[in-house]
């Protein structure tokens, strides 16, 4: 008999995990696939934007200078939002961080042009229930982007070692890299998006040893509601979808009506 995941326990135990150290320091590390994501988002002054899971604010810092600020950044480590709001006023950016997390996004349907998460969403343990809420609050005609590691990435054999040695994954949770898989993406947005495209990416991490590459995926762009190949009911609202890590994908979505 399958396991059912204690989501809210997991949850608790990740929270734990990003809150131990200074986690800013390592997201240093992956700024380019932030500023590659918000570009290919096509970002428009006066746009509302959304990062998810946003960490320090590489993804947040991004969007706001393309959207003129306008952009709301959501995490579940006090800490990490602190250094968020630190480097924003640094560059004077208008940017309000919040405290929340990718499976309960605390905001009203539609309320976003552009919901992104890069590297964050991912490691969410229930992942239909975080894809149902990145196409809940992204409005009509909006677009979602993510960035996501691949499971045949690098960093993928890196997770692997950090689970061994942490008691082994939850019972009945997926692995988060399978968010880099196309096909995955595509089961957990459904008819929730109407076009999927992907593009691999390599990213690139200088340490003391011979650099390593870890490899992502991620949709670029999707359109909600927007009508596919595939014989699905055209919805009342639409949004474009956007994915993305060491590879990206874009896709036009359709949302759930």
Request: some cysteine; proline content about 7%.
């Amino acid at each position: 008999m399958t396991a059912v995941p204690d989501y809210d326990a997991v949850t608790a135990a990740q929270q734990r995990t990003w809150s131990d150290g200074d986690f800013s320091m390592v997201a240093s590390l992956v700024i380019n696939p932030s500023e590659n994501l918000a570009e290919a988002l096509e970002i428009l002054p006066d746009e509302r934007v959304l990062d998810v899971a946003c960490g320090s604010g590489n993804g947040a810092i991004a969007a706001a200078r393309r959207a003129w600020g306008n952009t709301v950044g959501c995490d579940f480590v006090p800490a990490l939002l602190e250094r968020a709001r630190e480097r924003a006023a640094a560059e004077r950016l208008d940017i309000d961080f919040v405290a929340g997390e990718a499976q309960a996004l605390p905001f009203e349907d539609a309320s976003f042009d552009v919901v992104m998460s890069i590297f964050g969403a991912m490691f969410a343990p229930d992942q239909q229930r975080t894809a149902d809420e990145l196409l809940r609050v992204v409005k009509p005609g909006g677009r979602i982007g993510m960035a996501n590691w691949v499971p045949d990435g690098g960093l993928s054999k890196f997770f692997a070692i950090l689970v061994k040695h942490t008691g082994g994954p939850p019972p009945g949770t997926q692995p988060p890299v399978l968010w880099g898989g196309e096909q995955h993406v595509r089961e957990l947005f459904g008819d929730g998006i109407a076009e999927l495209r992907t593009e691999r990416r390599a990213n690139r991490q200088h340490s003391a040893r011979p650099s390593t590459t870890s490899n992502s995926s991620a949709p670029t762009s999707a359109r909600c509601g927007v009508p596919s190949s595939r014989s699905v009911r055209r919805a009342p609202r639409r949004s474009r979808l956007i994915c993305a890590s060491t590879s990206r994908s874009s896709a036009e979505t359709r949302r759930r009506s």
